[in-house]
């Protein structure tokens, strides 16, 4: 029996009025799990309104983990949704992330 690839998530940002300068960078460190930090760093001035982009993965404290249990997962998705959320609002356009 053929494996089949899991279907593709991808989160939606709707648009509204911009907030901040579009060429503000946003830094966020926010805590995955009880054994890691991630910071995650979005340059607003190089993000293409309407486009589909992939995340990044982020500066890792104590260092980057070769894989995250559910949980972990859940808590680093929820902080880089919040990232592009505010990634979203800064240039006043719709974004779409897609998870592979």
Not at 56 to 80: S, T, Y
Request: overall charge positive.
């Amino acid at each position: 029996m053929a494996r089949r690839n899991p279907p593709r998530k991808v989160t939606y940002f709707d648009r509204a009025a911009p907030r901040l300068a579009r060429n503000t960078i946003i830094e966020s460190t926010f805590e995955v799990g009880r054994r890691f930090r991630c910071t995650m760093r979005i340059d607003c001035g190089q993000l293409d309104p309407g486009a589909v982009i992939r995340p990044e993965p982020g500066e890792w404290q104590p260092c980057m983990p070769e894989r995250l249990d559910e949980e972990e997962l859940a808590d680093w998705r929820a902080g880089r949704d919040a990232v592009y959320q505010l990634a979203a609002l800064t240039v006043g356009a719709r974004l779409a992330v897609a998870d592979a």
